[in-house]
């Protein structure tokens, strides 16, 4: 006999792969951090705060950041956590606009799956690597990007956490 509920497989979050091309083998993996979180919890899209909590998990450099030290991302990490087990549920469905680019249906080429303020954050990491003179962005270049954009889901999730975004983002430029 067969199943009268249809079987919906989960589809992968597609790669933004013109900016992960340009990735440190350690910012790669934060992206792929990511997705996965993002596929975990049946989100749509990759978006800020999904990018903060695998930059915080897998950089040590960026945990460093913090002011206050392990306290501190030990508040912004509960907050994360709690974000994927139900917290995060009013975001679902939603496409998170930090008002720095326009909310367009169509992903830019090559960003499907992404936010449009994950992708102005990816892209904003990489233009901060490059006027240092790297070719490729790391974790920092990215924890930056996030705790400038007053808007995003990330600086959401870090004020809860007690987090100045502005001083972190401060010394991080």
């Not at 999730?157 to 100045?164: C, E, F, N």
């Amino acid at each position: 006999m067969q199943s009268r509920t249809p079987r919906v497989p989960q589809q992968p979050v597609p790669p933004c792969a013109d900016i992960e091309a340009r990735l440190t083998a350690e910012l790669a993996s934060v992206v792929a951090g990511a997705r996965r979180r993002a596929l975990r919890d049946g989100d749509r899209q990759i978006d800020t705060a999904h990018l903060l909590h695998s930059v915080i998990e897998t950089d040590p450099e960026a945990r460093a950041a913090f002011d206050g030290g392990t306290p501190q991302v030990a508040r912004v990490l509960g907050y994360l956590v709690q974000r994927s087990i139900g917290y995060g549920l009013r975001w679902q469905g939603a496409v998170e606009d930090s008002g720095a680019v326009a909310v367009v249906r169509d992903s830019p080429p090559g960003a499907a799956g992404w936010s449009p303020a994950a992708v102005t954050a990816m892209e904003g990491a990489l233009e901060r690597a490059a006027a240092r003179g790297d070719e490729r962005a790391g974790g920092l270049d990215l924890l930056a990007l996030l705790a400038a954009d007053p808007d995003c889901r990330a600086v959401e999730v870090l004020r809860r956490a007690g987090v100045d975004t502005q001083l972190l983002a401060g010394r991080l430029h």
